[in-house]
């Protein structure tokens, strides 16, 4: 079992629209998407599901403790 991994700074990513799956545990090998690293690393968390209906750049949070999951909304630069 590992340790969920928070980053301090989000991912910038061009999204396009459809149902997507972002790691919330940190742990994926392509992030800022989940890729089961949760299930195989046992950490209990679940990836964040939602529909993403606007392409466009987005600022998806790593550190989890965004009050807008997915988004960034700062909350990582506040300490
Ligand atoms: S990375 Fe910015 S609020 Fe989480």
Excluded: F
Aim: glycine share 12%; with cysteine; proline share 6%.
């Amino acid at each position: 079992m590992a340790d969920p991994k928070h980053g301090n700074a989000p991912i910038i990513v061009e999204e396009t629209v459809g149902k997507k799956a972002y790691c919330m545990c940190g742990l994926s090998g392509k992030l800022p998407y989940c890729d089961g690293a949760h299930n195989r690393e046992n950490t209990g968390i679940v990836p964040h599901v939602c529909e993403v209906t606007e392409a466009g750049k987005k600022a998806v949070c790593q550190c989890h403790k965004s009050g807008n999951i997915p988004w960034c909304d700062g909350t990582h630069s506040r300490g």
